[in-house]
Nanobody
Framework: QVQIVESGGGLVQPGGSLRLSCVVS????????MSWYRQAPGKERELVAG????????NYADSVKGRSTISRDNAENTVILQMNILKPEDTAMYYC?????????????WGQGTQVTVSS
């Protein structure tokens, strides 16, 4: 059974930093593209950052580019999102996603999310 568990969220002041962690089990982690998404109240879920299966390619939403870094450790089945210079508009539930395509289907798994609140 696939399990995706996020941690590291919390309340932080504007300008602060957070390190979000995602631990995955039950799948071949190194075969999956890993991503962080977020969803604020009343808004659609949006991609924050993604990293390829080998860790060599990354992509970021324009809103977090230059302030965030995604990384992964395939030996530990872990993906990290380091977020700096946080802004109130970064407030959202952050979700970890594992994705790959197979011959005839897509494999798409989500965690339960971790809340990030940026407020003074």
């Amino acid at each position: 059974q696939v399990q995706i568990v996020e941690s590291g969220g919390g309340l932080v002041q504007p300008g602060g930093s957070l390190r979000l962690s995602c631990v995955v089990s039950g799948l071949t982690f190194s075969s999956y593209t890993m991503s962080w998404y977020r969803q604020a109240p009343g808004k659609e879920r949006e991609l924050v950052a993604g990293i390829g299966s080998a860790g060599g390619s990354t992509n970021y939403a324009d809103s977090v580019k230059g302030r965030s870094t995604i990384s992964r450790d395939n030996a530990e089945n872990t993906v990290i999102l380091q977020m700096n210079i946080l802004k109130p508009e970064d407030t959202a539930m952050y979700y970890c996603n594992a994705f790959r395509t197979g011959r005839a289907r897509k494999y798409d798994y989500w965690g339960q999310g971790t809340q990030v609140t940026v407020s003074s």
